[in-house]
């Protein structure tokens, strides 16, 4: 049974920093490029960001370009999110992904294989 569990969200003001995590159950974590995944109320799911499988090469959506920082760690399954200088604009469930082989870009969520249930980020004026 694969499984996907996200951490690490809450309430948060502007200007704080949080740092997500992902842990990847039922299937071999290295084999997968992994990515975070964002959704407001009344919007479509948006690309944050993503880190590959093998040479953990990293992309970032541009709304987040240069406040966020995506690692993996393959020992623990786990994959992180940090972000910093938090906006309103970044009040969002978070969600997260794992693409297996034959996936198209990581910066599209049609190429993914298992979703988490998010967790929700709450940022305040």
């Known amino acids: 049974q694969v499984q996907l569990v996200e951490s690490g969200g809450g309430l948060v003001q502007a200007g704080d920093s949080l740092r997500l995590s992902c842990v990847l159950s039922?299937?071999?974590?290295?084999?997968?490029?992994m990515g975070w995944f964002r959704q407001a109320p009344g919007k479509e799911r948006e690309f944050v960001a993503a880190?590959?499988?093998?040479?953990?090469?990293?992309y970032y959506g541009d709304s987040v370009n240069g406040r966020a920082t995506i690692a993996r760690d393959d020992a623990k399954n786990t994959v992180f999110l940090e972000m910093v200088s938090l906006k309103p604009e970044d009040t969002a469930a978070y969600y997260c992904g794992a693409a297996g082989l034959g996936g198209g870009s990581v910066r599209f969520h049609s190429s993914y294989d298992y979703w988490g249930q998010g967790t929700q980020v709450t940022v305040s004026s």
């Open positions: 039922g299937r071999t974590f290295s084999q997968y490029s």
């Open positions: 880190v590959s499988r093998g040479t953990s090469s990293t």
